[in-house]
Nanobody, 125 residues
Framework: QVQLVESGGGLVQAGGSLRLSCAAS????????MGWFRQAPGKEREFVAA????????YYADTVKGRFTISRDDAKNTAYLQMNSLKPEETAVYYC??????????????????WGQGTQVTVSS
């Protein structure tokens, strides 16, 4: 399995931007479909975005379409989540995850075999 480490979280004002990074260990990163999820206190983990192993397909939750962008750089073994126009209700711990099977159920946490430890994103009003 691949090991994942997120970074880039922090405190930002509403309307601001952050870019999260997800660094993966191992030489097979390019074979993984990658996803980002988030979990706010007292809430279930929710899907944010996913990108296919080739990078040709990207998927977004309706709540973030047009504001967030997922990307990957296989040469750096890293996936990214660019977040713009952030809202206070998007305060959460953000997790990246790796799916070795390329599941069509990209929004389902159970489709992912490896998870990072998470990075806190706090959006102040």
């Amino acid at each position: 399995q691949v090991q994942l480490v997120e970074s880039g979280g922090g405190l930002v004002q509403a309307g601001g931007s952050l870019r999260l990074s997800c660094a993966a260990s191992g030489r097979t990163f390019s074979r993984y479909q990658m996803g980002w999820f988030r979990q706010a206190p007292g809430k279930e983990r929710e899907f944010v975005a996913a990108i296919s192993w080739s990078g040709a397909s990207t998927y977004y939750a309706d709540t973030v379409k047009g504001r967030f962008t997922i990307s990957r750089d296989d040469a750096k073994n890293t996936a990214y989540l660019q977040m713009n126009s952030l809202k206070p209700e998007e305060t959460a711990v953000y997790y990246c995850a790796a799916d070795p099977w390329g599941s069509r159920r990209y929004a389902a946490p159970e489709s992912y075999a490896s998870w990072g430890q998470g990075t806190q994103v706090t959006v102040s009003s």
